[in-house]
């Protein structure tokens, strides 16, 4: 059971902590031995895949409440890196196989759920030597001449080296080049350009040992076969070794990795550095064999890993999204400001404008999640004929997720005014690491772009039921105003399809730029329709009264804002009616007021650990004090520093 306490005089404020143990300290039981009916624990169990919990997500809870995963204040960047090294090192140690993690979508992304706003740095760390080192080696054939065991034990890092400097997503132009040796059998891989080093985390002295997995063209006798992946030391304990140079780029927003540029000089490698499956098959005399018909599609073979990647990302985004409102959610209660009479203060929470938009995000964090778990699920389950389909579902989710946690993470800091702006305090990592999740794996705009050029015509946004009865109600109606934005996502598609057959025949460019702007609407609107029926699903899976009837509300919340936003184009379109916009605002406000008593169960149930809010001082009642200590040492017991008298008109907001 994990209990949270809180000192404090709030269950009379609208929005004021619950109690549920002696007045004054607020539990949250969020274990298998909750009272039954709980529904903290019950939003907990939903929230974290339910019996799969245990499995999936106890492990990395556990080990990042350990005293070694606290912040560290005023370490130097290069500390902070070697700092997540050791980290990872202790990731590792909880594994009894490393190869099980990065085969285990579930268990690799939650990894990166729970790391991601205690270390980010050690969040990237784990995503690229868990996943697209290690992982890509598990994908293809194994070799005799080639063990893992120096991976799985850490004595190497792993590195991933894709990217270039003139090189991203349009990763078949890359230029790196492996020169198939007739001779020995092996390669040569040479950096032809400067534009072609490589521009990747992780290849720094900075954690030991590395190794890489390269992508390059191979080059065969003078043909072009493809970019392939190729297994490289990069150094030892003694240094780089021959043929490879590395250097370190200037300090980077958000984590701490060792971002780096990377070149070969003929570096050459053995027979066995070439990775190889079906898609490509290198023979003794230099043919190769593949199951795919162009190089394309074999080097989006090669870099699978990334997919899951994405999923990575996702997960340490609304990681981050879940830290963000719990912080902010405490502070708001815990922050005591003027009230409307001399001498009284309430808290924050006691304010609508302050508690509307906490909780509209809140009930976007909810929805960000159950589309993560639905998402990780259908990529775990997925089949070769689904696979296509599965992996543009999961780039609209990256994309969706990590673009609602910056608008949240920065909207939380933001309600805790300058105390938001003090590191100490959580904000800053959550909001410049996110960035970077942003970006990797394939940045939003142009996974986006390229999901909204095969949803064009190759998805069918349906839509499920009709106007229910009475008329009156069908605002307040979860499923109703589902199926409105399943109309709004169906409208963008149209009008992306008509604008696409407008453009000038021929002019291929022209008439995507034609389309863009509503395809990637479409595809944005198509992201918070799948949030909303994976929300809604989990909605049909609560059991207590109390918790069924926070998931209701806060799915109708959620859809609430979103079928506010498009409420021109349903009223012209027929969908809405007059009456119904004019309704939506108070419906609402009525929704919020009516969630607001239960703020603290709804951030409570994403369960973040006590010992990481241990460490944030607006997260507690006693704030000032903590944070007094931090710079001034601990005062004494008596010393609680005066609260001067306000004027009635410092009152911050409006009353009432």
């Known amino acids: ?275 190889e499956s079906t898609h490509g098959l290198l023979a003794k005399d230099g043919s190769l064999t593949s199951s795919l018909d162009n190089r394309h599609k074999r080097v989006l073979h090669s870099i699978q890993r990334v997919t899951c990647g994405k999923l990575s990302m996702s997960g340490a985004a609304v990681g981050a999204a879940r830290a963000a409102l719990t912080i902010a959610a405490r502070y708001a209660h815990a922050r005591r400001i003027s009230g409307p009479r001399p001498g009284e203060t309430v808290p924050l929470a006691a304010h609508h404008s302050h508690m509307s938009g906490i909780l509209q995000n809140i009930s976007t964090a909810y929805a960000m999640t159950f589309l993560h778990r639905d998402t990780v699920t259908r990529w775990a389950e997925r089949t070769p004929e689904s696979t296509d389909e599965v992996a543009r579902r999961v780039a609209v989710a990256k994309s969706w997720i990590t673009w609602q946690t910056r608008t949240i993470t920065l909207e939380c800091r933001e309600r805790c005014g300058a105390q938001g702006l003090f590191t100490v305090n959580g904000f800053v990592d959550l909001i410049t690491s996110n960035e970077g999740t942003i970006t990797a794996e394939g940045d939003n705009l142009v996974i986006s772009l390229k999901a909204g050029a095969e949803m064009l015509f190759g998805e069918r946004l349906d839509v499920l039921g009709h106007r229910p009865v009475p008329a009156q109600e069908a605002m307040k109606d979860p499923r109703f105003l589902r199926d409105l934005l399943a109309r709004t996502a169906s409208l963008w598609q149209q009008r992306a399809r008509s604008a696409l057959r407008k453009g000038p025949s021929g002019a291929r460019v022209e008439r995507w730029n034609r389309a863009s702007g509503a395809a990637l609407k479409m595809v944005d609107v198509a992201a918070r329709l799948h949030a909303a029926d994976a929300f809604l699903r989990a909605s049909d899976h609560a059991v207590g009264p109390k918790a069924r009837e926070l998931m209701r509300e806060l799915a109708l919340l959620f859809l609430l804002n979103e079928v506010n936003e498009h409420t021109g184009d349903l009223l012209a379109e027929g969908h809405l009616t007059a009456d119904d916009v004019r309704a939506l605002p108070e419906i609402i406000h009525a929704t919020v007021t009516g969630l607001t008593p239960d703020t603290m169960v709804l951030v409570d149930a994403f369960d973040i650990p006590e010992e990481i809010l241990a460490t944030v001082p607006i997260a507690h009642e006693d704030y000032t004090q903590r944070l007094a200590a931090l710079v001034q040492g601990p005062a004494p017991a008596r010393a609680a520093l005066p609260r001067p008298d306000r004027p009635r008109g410092a009152v911050r907001e409006e009353v009432g």
């Open 1 to 275: 059971m994990t209990l949270v306490k809180i000192q404090m005089n709030a269950g009379k404020v609208p929005g004021g902590l619950t109690t549920s143990g002696p007045a004054g300290e607020h539990f949250a039981p969020a274990g298998p031995d909750s009272p039954p009916g709980d529904p903290i624990a019950e939003l907990t169990h939903l929230l974290f895949d339910q019996s799969k919990r245990a499995r999936i997500h106890a492990r990395w809870r556990s080990l990042v409440g350990r005293p070694e995963f606290r912040p560290v204040p005023g370490l130097a960047p290069r500390e902070r890196m070697a700092l997540a090294y050791e980290r990872l090192r202790l990731v590792n140690d909880t594994l009894q196989s490393p190869e099980q993690l990065a085969d285990d979508p579930h268990l690799l992304t939650s990894l990166h759920e729970w790391t991601g706003f205690v270390d980010p740095t050690l969040a990237t760390l784990s995503a690229i030597h868990y996943n697209l080192f290690l992982g890509s080696l598990l994908d293809h054939f194994p070799s005799p001449g080639r063990t893992l065991s120096d991976f799985t034990s850490l004595r190497h890092t792993g590195t991933f080296l894709c990217t270039e400097l003139e090189h991203g997503s349009d990763v078949s132009a890359l230029e790196t080049r492996a020169v198939w040796d007739r001779t020995s059998g092996g390669f040569v891989l040479h950096t032809p350009t400067v534009g072609a080093q490589k521009f990747m985390p992780t290849t720094s002295a900075v954690g030991g040992p590395k190794t890489a997995v390269v992508a390059a063209r191979l080059i065969v006798e003078d043909r072009d076969e493809g970019v392939f992946l190729f297994l490289v030391p990069l150094r030892d304990e003694s240094g780089p070794r021959p043929g490879v140079r590395t250097w370190m780029l200037p300090e980077r927003m958000g984590t701490a990795v060792d971002h780096c540029l990377t070149s070969f000089e003929h570096c050459r490698l053995p027979r066995e550095a070439l990775l």
